[in-house]
């Protein structure tokens, strides 16, 4: 306030309008202030936790790490595998560290070091693998070796590509030639990084008629070249394979190596069969592989050494080239992706080297050579003999499937009959893979789906022996699993046309074609009120599908029942598992037409429970109406008075009759209780229907199992055993007698006084028959005192 306002002003106002300043100054304090500490609360509510405060001990750190690694402990494992990392492991992850710690150091002594782990690592793999006067390219991502390959070919072939760049890959396109059975997603991924469009791609055949199915047809490359010549392109590129990804077949290198220097096309080489080049003996196949141009090493794998670089070797003179291709770099840190590939070197040593990978091509051997002596096993890399890897799958020729009649059979029959076949071995095939995981982890077995063969299992020691530590043992477990398994899977599969038989003859059963399921057979039950031509969901139907598969699962029999939906009309049906020899498949499906049968009546009986109770209580209230009207016309006004009607009832008693209704919930009806005071017994009513049950009945020994055969075959059960199986059958029908036998004895009349029963008359002519008997004879049983 201004001070000529204050002196002329009431004291009053003056003292106000002080008041009335400092007050608006502490609001506006207390206002600035909750904005500062509101700021700083939303600047804190907006860094995660472990960042707030003055942070967090290691130990708080290397516990979250931990956690994060492993997981809960109710959590289940996602893998039975777990790397096996010993010491040259923990070498491998020193190496990481290192390169980090010696980045630090200063520009000449980092240049000096770099250059003498790089040199070394280079000189011992060229070394090893038996590539010499080559250089080396470290990288973290497996393809991107090839990929820089790439570029340094275009480099070469192209000399005003650094220039121009794109016109002259326009006027002239590249073609990369890559197997039909080279790794998948190999193509794509070349293009992407090269900014190549896809047909510069070329996919060369494999042979189909002659040699290995997943070979290069080396015709037709050739061929394919030529007409790229023809049409003013140029061959850039070849990637061949020395063990390919799926099967481990290795193309002829040699012929292969003579056909690009004869065209000027690069010649790249990969393949887990080159690791065999570190061996004493080489076939020639792979040692053909030393004269490319390049190839991609993956040691980590082979060596069981974690967080190992790959490496492509190469052959080049001109490190301009190489060094705008990325093939080399002045960084040191890229230089020092070689160390930890340097400290597991010089850890293993050649001897170690040599011994693991060794180690992994005989377990190899040792499979092979004993799947040769499993029936219903099937190799398909049998003819490369030093192949590390092995492929196999089960197979098992039907009754009535003859490769010849297929042959000769129609053209619209042929090809879905062994479709079904294949995919029925397929799905056993996926079964068999799963389970050998299961049960055997350190093999590292693998499930493929290859295009000709179909399902198959594939052992690659090379690619998972070090790091899971398999062992011989670990091969002989493997095999007595497939010998184990075996039975079942041929069961199985000469049970389902019996299976389908039975199902399709069976009222109420529909059989539904899975081929897909690793199992005898899929069926569905078929209700009253089931519409075959909706798709729509039928709850329904899902309720007599769960009910089922609870009732088949109580049983605890061998089989296993899971339920899903079926694939085209999305309806429930009942999945049935592997099956053993001594199933049977007509007590199977009996039991789960009865079942199902039997499922649909008891809830439909409940559906309609709460309606017929309803109109039962109804019909009751009407009856007990018209008696009580009765009642009163017979009795009469007076007799309804309370006093009065005591009166009358002293002086002349009313027998009144006694009725009474029932209510029958299996009829569904009002009955008379009169037969119930007259005859001293509640009647029967109306006979429910019957449970539904098989047309056989089959009598069980104590112990068997569900849907087992008891009698099976001959030639193993003697005939001792056979007269007291046939003597225990007849025991046990006896005792499913005698229950009848008693229930009927229940409602039998009662016996007249002085004429014995039939049971005492049988007891007195037996106690008669034994007096008669000679004493010596005679058992030591004491006899009653009326008959004495």
Not at 38 to 63: A, F, T
Not at 255 to 280: M, P
Not at 457 to 483: H, K, N, W, Y
Not at 487 to 507: D, I, S
């Amino acid at each position: 306030m201004d001070a000529s306002l204050e002196k002329g002003a009431d004291p009053t106002l003056a003292e106000m309008g002080k008041n009335l300043k400092e007050a608006v100054k502490m609001l506006e304090d207390s206002q600035r202030r909750t904005e500062e500490e509101n700021g700083k609360k939303l600047i804190s509510g907006d860094i995660p936790g472990p960042l707030q405060g003055s942070g967090q001990d290691m130990v708080s750190i290397l516990q979250l790490v931990q956690n994060l690694m492993h997981g809960d402990e109710d959590e289940e494992p996602q893998s039975a595998r777990i790397q096996n990392i010993g010491e040259q492991g923990h070498i491998a992850l020193l190496g990481h560290s290192l390169g980090a710690y010696i980045s630090t150091l200063d520009k000449e002594k980092l240049r000096k070091l770099t250059t003498r782990i790089l040199s070394d690592t280079t000189l011992w793999l060229c070394r090893i693998f038996r590539y010499e006067n080559g250089c080396a390219y470290f990288h973290e991502e497996e393809r991107e070796g090839l990929a820089k390959i790439c570029r340094l070919a275009i480099h070469s072939r192209y000399e005003d590509f650094v220039v121009d760049g794109f016109n002259v890959l326009y006027n002239k396109k590249p073609v990369i030639y890559l197997s039909a059975a080279a790794r998948p997603g190999l193509g794509q991924y070349l293009c992407n990084q090269l900014g190549l469009p896809f047909p510069c791609l070329s996919r060369v055949p494999c042979n189909t008629m002659f040699g290995s199915q997943h070979q290069m047809d080396i015709a037709l490359l050739e061929k394919l070249i030529k007409d790229d010549v023809e049409r003013g392109k140029l061959p850039l590129l070849l990637v061949a394979n020395a063990g390919t990804a799926a099967v481990g077949h290795t193309d002829k290198i040699g012929r292969l190596k003579e056909l690009c220097e004869q065209y000027g096309v690069w010649l790249h080489v990969e393949g887990v069969n080159l690791a065999t080049l570190a061996l004493g003996y080489v076939s020639s196949s792979v040692l053909a592989a030393t004269k490319c141009d390049s190839m991609t090493l993956t040691p980590g794998p082979w060596l069981g050494l974690p967080a190992v670089p790959a490496v492509t070797l190469y052959k080049h003179d001109d490190p301009a080239l190489t060094l705008v291709a990325g093939l080399t770099s002045n960084k040191p840190a890229d230089k020092l992706r070689a160390l930890p590939l340097w400290l597991s070197l010089q850890y293993l040593g050649l001897d170690g080297i040599v011994e693991r990978i060794k180690h992994a091509c005989q377990l190899s051997q040792r499979l092979q050579e004993s799947l040769k002596k499993v029936n219903h096993i099937k190799i398909l890399v049998e003819d490369e003999l030093s192949s590390p890897v092995v492929v196999f799958r089960f197979f098992q020729e039907l009754p009535g499937s003859d490769p010849v009649p297929k042959a000769v059979s129609p053209p619209n029959m042929a090809p879905s009959a062994i479709g079904r076949e294949r995919n029925s071995c397929d799905a056993l095939n996926r079964w068999l893979g799963e389970q050998l995981k299961q049960l055997v982890p350190a093999s590292g077995l693998t499930v493929m789906d290859l295009e000709v063969e179909g399902m198959c299992l594939r052992f690659s020691p090379l690619m998972t022996a070090a790091g899971l530590g398999t062992r011989a043992e670990d091969v002989d477990q493997l095999v007595d699993c497939i010998r184990s398994r075996l039975p079942v899977l041929t069961c199985t599969l000469q049970l389902r046309e019996e299976f389908k038989q039975e199902v399709t003859g069976t009222a109420g059963l529909l059989y539904v074609d899975d081929p897909n399921w690793p199992g005898i057979g899929v069926v569905r039950y078929e209700h009253a009120n089931d519409d075959k031509s909706s798709l729509k969901s039928d709850p329904e139907g899902e309720k007599i599908h769960a009910g089922l598969l609870k009732k088949l699962n109580e049983l605890e029999s061998d089989l296993t029942f899971k339920m899903g939906p079926e694939y085209k009309s999305m309806k429930s049906c009942i999945y049935i598992g592997m099956a053993s020899d001594d199933t049977d498949i007509s007590e199977l499906v009996e039991t789960i037409a009865v079942t199902a049968r039997e499922i649909e009546e008891n809830s439909r009986l409940l559906e309609n429970m709460t309606e017929v109770v309803r109109k039962g209580i109804q019909e009751a209230q009407v009856q007990l109406q018209k008696a009580n009207e009765e009642r009163l016309l017979e009795e009469g006004v007076l007799r309804q008075i309370p006093v009065v009607g005591s009166v009358l009832n002293w002086f002349s008693p009313v027998q009144p009759s006694q009725k009474g209704r029932t209510f029958n919930l299996t009829a569904g009806s009002l009955e008379s209780t009169e037969h119930t005071y007259v005859y001293k017994a509640q009647g029967t009513g109306v006979t429910p229907p019957q449970t539904p049950s098989g047309t056989r009945t089959t009598l069980r020994l104590p112990g068997q199992k569900p849907f087992k055969r008891s009698l099976r075959g001959s030639d193993a059960v003697s005939e001792t055993s056979s007269v007291s199986h046939t003597e225990d059958l007849e025991k046990m029908e006896q005792l499913s007698g005698r229950p009848e036998q008693a229930a009927s004895g229940a409602h039998s009349p009662e016996p007249q006084p002085g004429v014995p029963s039939p049971q005492e008359a049988e007891q007195t002519g037996t106690v008669q028959d034994r007096a008669q008997r000679p004493e010596g004879d005679r058992p030591q049983v004491e006899e009653p005192e009326n008959l004495r």
